[in-house]
């Protein structure tokens, strides 16, 4: 069955979406101002590669817009702020980074992965450490976590 390009119950485009989004509403309060579910917001967004690669660049913009305003508001603060300024400016802050994370995690998330093209120091391999699914024995983990020689 196709997905309609517009939602049925609100008459919606990727275009408000992309508004809304822009704006810094997540998921749950775009349902809530289309009175959509979740699940169906999700489907129409991810029916049509066009719509869905809108979505996630409109997410990425909107991610980038409140770790810009987290950055502006600890560094506008005045010199001789006080101690309740500076609290609530860092408050906002982290508040403003935690929801660039929920928006975009693949930038703004507490994890980065090590790039695997780069040469480690002395051209050595990068060790990983292979645990089997069912390791039996301590012995038998302790061994399957050795760095193999070569």
Known sequence: MPVPSTIDVAGKTIEDYCDL??????YPEICDLWGVTAWSLLRWLNADPQRSARAKEAKA??????????KSTVETLPSEAT?????????LAHHL????????RGTYSDYSTP??????????KPFVAVVPAKATTEDEWVSSTQKPTE
């Open 21 to 26: 989004a822009l704006a810094g509403k997540l």
């Open 61 to 70: 913009w909107a991610a980038e817009h409140c770790d810009f305003e987290a």
């Open 83 to 91: 101690q309740a300024q500076i609290v609530r400016a860092r408050e």
């Open 97 to 104: 980074r935690w929801r660039a994370k929920m928006l975009a």
């Open 115 to 124: 790039a695997q093209d780069k040469p480690t120091e002395g051209d050595q």
